[in-house]
T-cell receptor, first 114, second 113 residues
Framework: AQKITQTQPGMFVQEKEAVTLDCTYD???????LFWYKQPSSGEMIFLIY??????QNATEGRYSLNFQKARKSANLVISASQLGDSAMYFC???????????FGQGTELSVKP | GAVVSQHPSRVICKSGTSVKIECRSL??????MFWYRQFPKKSLMLMAT?????????EQGVEKDKFLINHASLTLSTLTVTSAHPEDSSFYIC?????????FGSGTRLTVV
């Protein structure tokens, strides 16, 4: 069975600082994908970054990077130069083989302080 | 591209009535649609997976007769909450597989009074 865990219910970060949101996972599938989404108070799910299990390099998308440590089964999200607009819920998610269902972690509420 | 339109965005209904939520893929064919339920500041819990033209696959603990899912075409999937009760009040959101990953509807906030 697949499992994904976010152990930080809430995080605070000072504007312009970097922050790391933790995510660990467990799966027996050799092929899987890891996703990070941002959910502002409006409820929409905003895709941030994706990492495939066979990807050799850590994924990066602008200010977002994914610290993928396969042996430790962790996929932490790093947000650099935090902005006030980054305040939101952040979800780590995993799918098994392509086309499969996406399961979500518990979420981390990030608050950026001015 | 890969847009999923979800309606309504908010609905208030009386206890005992049924509510239908629609998700339409606007510019692609969604053979598979996922339905999630979310409580405030909680995770998205997968309720069911629907495939076009076949019966939905429900997650353990989800009442099939209460949450009716229909995926009659490649562009439309619906979730009907039957005989709604206040405990069904929640945020419901759909997601479809598109070419480059999962795309989500904007969600429906259901309040049962």
């Amino acid at each position: 069975a697949q499992k994904i865990t976010q152990t930080q219910p809430g995080m605070f970060v000072q504007e312009k600082e970097a922050v790391t949101l933790d995510c660990t996972y467990d799966t027996s599938d050799p092929s899987y994908g890891l996703f990070w989404y941002k959910q502002p108070s409006s409820g929409e799910m905003i895709f941030l970054i994706y990492q495939g299990s066979y990807d050799q390099q850590n994924a990066t998308e602008g200010r977002y990077s994914l610290n993928f440590q396969k042996a430790r089964k962790s996929a932490n999200l790093v947000i650099s130069a935090s902005q006030l607009g980054d305040s939101a819920m952040y979800f780590c998610a995993m799918r098994g083989p392509p086309g499969g269902k996406l399961i979500f972690g518990q979420g981390t509420e990030l608050s950026v302080k001015p | 591209g890969a847009v999923v339109s979800q309606h309504p965005s908010r609905v208030i209904c009386k206890s005992g009535t049924s509510v239908k939520i629609e998700c339409r893929s606007l510019d692609f064919q969604a053979t598979t649609m996922f339905w999630y339920r979310q409580f405030p500041k909680k995770s998205l819990m997968l309720m069911a997976t629907s495939n076009e033209g076949s019966k939905a696959t429900y997650e353990q603990g989800v009442e099939k007769d209460k949450f009716l899912i229909n995926h009659a075409s490649l562009t439309l999937s619906t979730l009907t909450v039957t005989s709604a009760h206040p405990e069904d009040s929640s945020f419901y959101i759909c997601s479809a597989m598109a070419a480059y990953g999962y795309t989500f509807g904007s969600g429906t906030r259901l309040t049962v009074v």
